[in-house]
């Protein structure tokens, strides 16, 4: 009885949900998560990249990124609605999240293309530098399994007229 017990866990140990463990102080991480989507909501491209690496601009400078940015949300009539930054959690072997964190966020917006707007997930890498914190990395995730992850008990939503 006992090995068919430890068989079951072993089986099961890969659909666990692995919780993540939150940073001391997330003020700093979470703080530039946010002020960068705050900016970006308001379409202030400008102001918002002073939160970003020249990895997210893809080195990119300011005028240039700005101006991109700028195309792409009036272009795609792209509007954020809802923003939901999640504590920051630790990344990696820095578990004081002193230099790197990755702080979970649920966005809605919407753009001409899916006016009924959408749900994402995504997670950010934030860095500290000699600039403060900055995001270096931006990903959405598609899957359960990945939510669960990152920020469990939310669920992707089920979308409409599927065929």
């Known amino acids: 009885m006992r090995m068919q017990l430890i068989g079951l866990l072993v089986l099961l140990m890969p659909f666990a949900t ?8 997330g003020s700093g991480p979470k703080a530039a998560v946010a002020n960068y989507l705050d900016e970006m909501q308001n379409h202030k491209f400008s102001d918002a990249f002073p939160f970003v690496t ?10 240039e990124w700005a101006a991109l940015q700028k195309l792409f949300y009036e272009g795609g009539g792209v509007n954020i609605f809802g923003i939901d930054i999640r504590a920051p959690l630790v990344d990696g072997e820095d578990s004081g999240c002193e230099a ?5 966020n649920v966005l809605k917006s919407r753009d001409k293309f899916n006016n009924q ?17 900055q995001i270096d990395g931006q ?12 920020m469990p008990g939310e669920k992707l939503p089920d979308f409409r007229d599927q065929y």
């Open 54 to 63: 020249a990895n997210m601009t893809d080195g990119k400078e300011l005028g």
């Open 100 to 104: 790197r964190a990755i702080v979970p």
């Open 117 to 133: 707007g959408t749900t994402e997930f995504e997670i950010y890498t934030v860095l500290k530098s000699d600039a403060g914190w």
């Open 18 to 25: 692995i919780a993540k463990e939150a940073c001391p102080d």
């Open 139 to 150: 990903e959405t995730l598609f899957d359960q399994v990945d939510i669960d992850k990152w």
